[in-house]
């Protein structure tokens, strides 16, 4: 079973950026799809993006295209999020999630395991 735990959140001005970790630990990541979701006040869980093992699939919900990227570091068995040009309607409690079938799902329920997510707030 592995568990993961968020960090990096905060709080940003419009425009700035962040770079959100996904470290995993009791088993590597190789072998896991992860997927990177969000959710603010009031509102569904979204997915924001997701990458395969293989890192060959990879999704971005349109409202971050162009703007997020993710990669991943088995080194360090961790995923990163990095947000660049950040909006107001950005901010949300984030959460990376493990799928252990390896595929990119954009559906939260797809994924078993789960980190207790990182705040990030846009704002002026």
């Known amino acids: 079973q592995v568990q993961l735990v968020e960090s990096g959140g905060g709080l940003v001005q419009p425009g700035g950026s962040l770079r959100l970790s996904c470290a995993a630990s009791?088993?590597?990541?190789?072998?896991?799809?992860i997927g990177w979701f969000r959710q603010a006040p009031g509102k569904e869980r979204e997915g924001v993006s997701c990458?395969?093992?293989?890192?060959?699939?990879?999704y971005w919900v349109d409202s971050v295209k162009g703007r997020f990227t993710m990669s991943r570091d088995n080194s360090k068995n961790t995923v990163y999020l990095q947000m660049n040009s950040l909006k107001p309607e950005d901010t949300a409690v984030y959460y990376c999630?493990?799928?252990?079938?390896?595929?990119?799902?954009?559906?939260?329920?797809?994924?078993?395991?789960w980190g207790q997510g990182t705040q990030v707030t846009v704002s002026s």
């Open positions: 990458i395969s093992s293989s890192s060959r699939s990879t």
């Open positions: 999630a493990a799928n252990f079938g390896g595929l990119c799902y954009p559906h939260t329920y797809r994924y078993m395991n």
């Open positions: 009791g088993s590597t990541l190789n072998s896991y799809g």
